[in-house]
Antibody
């Protein structure tokens, strides 16, 4: 069955960096687009970034452009989110999510449980 | 950016009730609309894509409709396991955007 397992979250100070990972199984990772979606405590869902099946297409929400980088290693079945210059407003649970196709205009069909990132001094 | 407006933001309903949630896009998105269910402390679950197509394994009591700017999610007969928060999302244009959510509570 499809599994998405995030890791790498933690408590960090403003201005520092963190890299999240999402290890996947149960499907051919290299054939599907992948997303990061976050949820601040007590708030709704916010889309963060997407990457196409081969890494050739990437988009970001404006609030993270220039600070976050989405990438993937298809040989390791792993999705990444490099987060630099972290701010307090980046505090959230970060979910990875699988699209139902290879391109970036496909809906999400599976979600991971998420990893909590807390940015605080 | 495309704004997604859900209504109501919360509702109280009884087991067996028919519930309808609406989602309005600030511009036309054809049928590039998905619905998700989220229970407290859990990952979201995908219910519907392309405005009306049920994801695999989702019971037929859930249905979606609409195109363009106005969409609805209907739960035909509310059951205890359906009490949750529901979100719509457009995937027509980047950045992708979610509605603010509708919390369905027990009356």
């Amino acid at each position: 069955q499809v599994q998405l397992v995030e890791s790498g979250g933690g408590v960090v100070q403003p201005g520092t960096s963190l890299r999240l990972s999402c290890a996947v199984s149960g499907f051919t990772f290299s054939s599907y687009g992948m997303h990061w979606v976050r949820q601040a405590p007590g708030k709704g869902l916010e889309w963060v970034a997407v990457i196409s099946y081969d890494g050739s297409d990437k988009y970001y929400v404006d609030s993270v452009k220039g600070r976050f980088t989405i990438s993937r290693d298809n040989s390791k079945n792993t999705l990444y989110l490099q987060m630099d210059s972290l701010r307090a407003e980046d505090t959230a649970v970060y979910h990875c999510a699988k699209a139902d196709g290879g391109g970036i205009y496909r809906p999400v069909d599976y979600w991971g449980q998420g990893t909590l990132v807390t940015v605080s001094s | 950016d495309i704004q997604m407006t859900q209504s109501p933001s919360s509702l109280s309903a009884s087991v067996g009730d028919r519930v309808t949630i609406t989602c309005r896009a600030s511009q036309g998105i054809s049928n590039y609309l998905a619905w998700f269910q989220q229970k407290p402390g859990k990952a979201p679950k995908s219910l519907i894509s392309a405005a009306s197509s049920l994801q695999s394994g989702v019971p037929s009591k859930f249905s979606g409709s609409g195109s363009g700017t106005d969409f609805t999610l209907t739960i035909s007969s509310l059951q205890p396991e359906d009490f949750a928060t529901y979100y719509c999302q457009q995937y027509s244009t980047y950045p992708l955007t979610f509605g603010g959510g509708t919390k369905v509570e027990i009356k």
